[in-house]
């Protein structure tokens, strides 16, 4: 059974750090490619962050570029969302999630496993 289970989110003030947690099936981890979504109320699932299965491969989204790592450490079997300098619209639902793929995708529909979901709130 694969499993995706998310952690460390919650409320959080503006310009302050957080970082998500990712624990995943061990088989996971070391083949796919793994992913950062996140969804605000009222819009479309977003990507966020991306990395290879070795780590030396990222993309992240404009929009968090600069302010965010996604480091994977394989042999906790466990990626993670780093994120500073957070902002009231970061507030959304972050999801991790797995592709079978070699290369960084960064569109929803090519990820094959997800996570429930941790809230992210950031207060102004």
């Known amino acids: 059974q694969v499993q995706l289970v998310e952690s460390g989110g919650g409320l959080v003030q503006a310009g302050g750090s957080l970082r998500l947690s990712c624990a995943t099936s061990?088989?996971?981890?070391?083949?796919?490619?793994m992913g950062w979504f996140r969804q605000a109320p009222g819009k479309e699932r977003e990507f966020v962050a991306g990395?290879?299965?070795?780590?030396?491969?990222?993309i992240y989204a404009d929009s968090v570029k600069g302010r965010s790592t996604i480091p994977r450490d394989n042999a906790k079997n466990t990626v993670y969302l780093e994120m500073n300098s957070l902002k009231p619209e970061d507030t959304a639902v972050y999801y991790c999630a797995a592709a079978r793929s070699i290369l960084v995708v960064v569109t929803a529909d090519w990820y094959d496993y997800w996570g429930q979901g941790t809230q992210v709130t950031v207060s102004s």
């Open positions: 061990g088989r996971i981890l070391s083949r796919y490619i």
């Open positions: 990395i290879n299965w070795s780590g030396g491969s990222t």
